[in-house]
């Protein structure tokens, strides 16, 4: 199988490294906009030949040039650029994965991972799959949401929590990129409510929850995800109610807001900094921990929770419960990457190992819980990445 990654910054690099050693592929096209990044990892193959490239993906011929014989891309972008590569994917009649969804920034902008999932149709009748948000959550933890639901005989409520804990002074902030982040931040946040979905306040909805050792007890604050849109849709049965909470710093996300209030983040809000001009927003987001340079061992550990609550064949309310916990050092010694992006990679590469069969996965875009158990879930476990799930009376 020939497989184009698109991007092999942060994320990509780490994605690049685990498909390089995947038996399922034997040509790895990695594309950049900056050729270097790219050219640096020619030597990472262990079965696959490795092919670099410098190529901006805004470019449509630069683009097609990249898809040209592959059978799979992954799109390891930002996730403004999801769209056009899905449409030169179809195009250029090859599979597609992504690891996020754009959020909605602007009032009454449309979330962007529903505009993926509306292409279904079209990917149908090309008889050609695309997997969207399939990253560590959104992603793993939408397959932990359906693996804890199947326990069940009907399900009322889905919580999906994370967190971090003992990371030093990156805790409170994201191990993933900031630019995702920071729209995420700004994308006031949602739950899906008896059939629709219900607009919240920032940072509203704080509780605490007990995640697994070593994380424990954290705070946690509702916050803009997008299993809240895909679950209630195409979890295969009615879910009454899906939330995300998440142990971010509140002071984080209210500054931020602020910040937007004040017109502060635009694009064209520019400072003179050492000789030339950047960006306020620029300039803000370089104050976080950026997690590419993040080389070396991270303190602490990461969870993610999938709580389901339902009722069982025998009539009984229950709780099912799916949980995951990495540490940043396993990751560390694994790929030399965080938790974050450990989890992401893996499942990625489990998406285009998926992809690999033919007859795996229906045509069409689809969200990662409608990706079959039988297949998915051996294929993460073969690269480290297993949860647990617990049953107990509600």
């Known amino acids: 199988m020939k497989v184009a990654v698109l991007g092999v910054g942060g994320l990509g690099r780490i994605i690049a490294l685990e498909l390089a050693s995947d038996p399922h592929v034997k ?153 995702v982040f920071l729209r995420d931040a700004l994308s006031p946040p949602t739950v899906w409510e008896d059939g629709k979905l219900v607009p919240q306040a920032f940072v509203s909805g704080e509780e605490d929850f007990e995640f697994p050792a070593p994380v424990g007890k954290r705070h946690v604050y509702q916050f803009y995800h997008e299993e809240v849109l895909t679950l209630p849709r195409r979890l295969g049965r009615p879910v009454r109610r899906v939330c995300y909470k998440h142990d971010i710093n509140p002071e984080l996300v209210r500054a931020i807001v602020a910040l937007e209030g004040l017109g502060l983040l635009a694009e064209d809000k520019r400072l003179p900094l050492g000789g030339g001009r950047m960006t306020f927003r620029d300039a803000f987001l370089a104050t976080f921990p950026e997690p590419s340079t993040l080389i070396g061992p991270v303190a602490g550990a990461m969870a993610i929770v999938a709580d389901v609550l339902g009722v069982r064949g025998d009539g009984t309310r229950a709780r099912s419960t799916a949980s995951i916990v990495v540490d940043h050092r396993e990751a560390n010694r694994r790929r030399g990457t965080t938790a974050e992006r450990y989890l992401t990679a893996g499942a990625v590469a489990a998406a285009v190992a998926l992809l690999a069969d033919k007859k795996a996965l229906r045509p069409g875009v689809l969200a990662p819980e409608e990706l079959p158990p039988e297949r998915v879930l051996p294929d993460l476990s073969a690269r480290g990445i297993t949860f647990e799930i617990r049953e107990s009376t509600a």
């Open 27 to 179: 040509e790895l096209v990695l594309a950049d906009v900056h050729g270097d990044r790219s050219k640096a990892l020619r030597s990472i193959g262990r079965t696959a030949v490795v092919y670099p490239l410098q190529v901006d993906v805004g470019d449509p011929i630069g683009l097609q040039e990249v898809l040209a014989g592959a059978d799979v891309a992954v799109n390891a972008t930002l996730p403004e650029h999801n769209l056009a590569v899905m449409s030169a994917c179809l195009e250029a009649g090859c599979s597609y994965v992504d690891a996020w969804g754009l959020s909605p920034v602007a009032p009454g902008e449309r979330p962007g991972v529903l505009d993926q999932l509306d292409r279904d149709d079209a990917w149908k009748k090309r008889g050609l799959t695309a997997v969207v948000t399939m990253g560590s959550d959104p992603g793993i933890s939408n397959l932990m949401a359906r693996a804890a639901a199947e326990r069940l005989q009907t399900v009322d409520e889905i919580r999906i929590l994370k967190a971090a804990a003992g990371g030093g002074n990156i805790e409170g902030y994201p191990l993933y990129s900031r630019a």
